[in-house]
């Protein structure tokens, strides 16, 4: 989700490439095109330009800032997406409701870049991986600066223990705030159980005094400069956050935390499959992988890149975190609609505080 970066206000739109003619997603000239959604800044715009120089697609490229925006602008129905990227839990809600269009993977010629590991992972939400194609993922821990704690950062209890009062930034998003209390209170980050959200509220509610701010994207720059000790925050951040500020460091809490898998899938209105397959399929080729990587810096499930980054990389546990740092970690999934409804009651209360 751990993708959600600063939305761009241009729409970015490349001219494609020549395919077999297809069925749909034509513009009025007869073109051939996609229309896309993801988050901000989270591809390589030379990318967009690339696929469409080799084949012939035109690309309308949207973005979003959070996984809820970007389904709210796809249910508005101002605009038919083609393809859509989002977080596990966003496009499991979206299967269910029928929205996706199932996949053949399997036909893909690089889907073999895409490590096994990923398409377990994204099988919690996707059973089968029949609708989704992992594009990046990563981790959700606490961004600190080592030369302002009074001791180890290893727990979400640095963040209700009262030492850092208006010191610390959480996330602007409610799934993410809450799985952290819940975490820390040794509960699912997918529980259903009313008691257990409410405990988290509360425990929410007793920290607020000591949160400076509630950011998505601005957290990690805070920390950067100096403005907070410490922010909740995605692991891709945080990598970006040390190259900042040498003094910065990055922790997944033992408690455990959120593995996110953004992931693409392909909307009941693309009526251009093979178009939509040829987007995809690029997005896994290893020099597609390595630029958008470089271009993110959040963890790529494209093990081929992954084998061709230097080995000071490959160490770094934001960019690729050990499977020992993710170990009690969970996958977000969707919940149920009165659950939802409760987390989104609870959220809007702890803001208006």
Not at 103 to 129: H, L, V
Not at 212 to 230: F, H, K, P, T
Not at 297 to 303: I, M, Q
Not at 344 to 350: G, Q, S, V
């Amino acid at each position: 989700m751990r993708g959600m970066k600063l939305v761009s206000a241009a729409l970015i739109a490349a001219v494609g490439f020549g395919m077999v003619a297809g069925t749909g997603c034509t513009a009025n000239n007869g073109k051939r095109e996609l229309t896309v959604i993801n988050y901000g800044e989270y591809m390589d715009p030379d990318m967009i330009e690339k696929f469409t120089q080799e084949t012939g697609i035109k690309i309308n490229y949207e973005e979003a800032l959070t996984p809820e925006e970007l389904y709210t602008k796809y249910k508005s129905g101002a605009i038919e997406y083609d393809l859509v990227c989002s977080d596990g839990y966003m496009l499991q809600k979206m299967m269910g409701e029928g929205e996706l269009q199932e996949i053949d993977i399997n036909a893909m010629e690089n889907k073999g870049n895409i490590g096994q590991k990923y398409w377990d992972i994204t099988s919690a939400f996707d059973p089968g991986n029949k609708y989704v194609v992992p594009y990046f993922w990563g981790t959700l821990g606490i961004l600190y600066d080592t030369t302002r704690v009074n001791g180890p950062v290893d727990s979400w209890d640095v963040l209700f223990n009262g030492d850092y009062k208006g010191e610390i930034i959480m996330q602007n998003s409610m799934r993410d705030t809450f799985m952290v209390a819940l975490k820390y209170l040794g509960y699912s980050i997918n529980t259903t159980n009313p008691d257990e959200l409410r405990a988290a509220y509360d425990l929410l509610v007793a920290q607020k005094p000591d949160v400076q701010s509630y950011l998505v994207d601005e957290a990690r720059d805070e920390v950067v400069a100096g403005n907070a000790i410490m922010a909740v925050v995605y692991s891709g951040e945080a990598y970006l956050g040390h190259e900042y500020n040498e003094d910065l460091a990055y922790v997944v809490p033992k408690e455990g935390s959120n593995i996110w898998v953004d992931s693409w899938a392909v909307t009941k209105n693309c009526k251009d499959m093979d178009a939509a397959m040829s987007f995809l399929d690029f997005l896994c080729r290893e020099d597609v992988g390595m630029a958008n990587f470089e271009y993110i810096y959040y963890s790529t499930p494209n093990d081929a890149v992954v084998a061709a980054m230097d080995e000071e990389l490959r160490e770094d546990e934001a960019i690729v975190p050990s499977d020992e740092s993710t170990a009690n970690c969970e996958v977000f999934v969707q919940t149920d609609d009165e659950t939802t409804r409760l987390i989104n009651d609870l959220w809007k209360d702890l803001k208006s505080k």
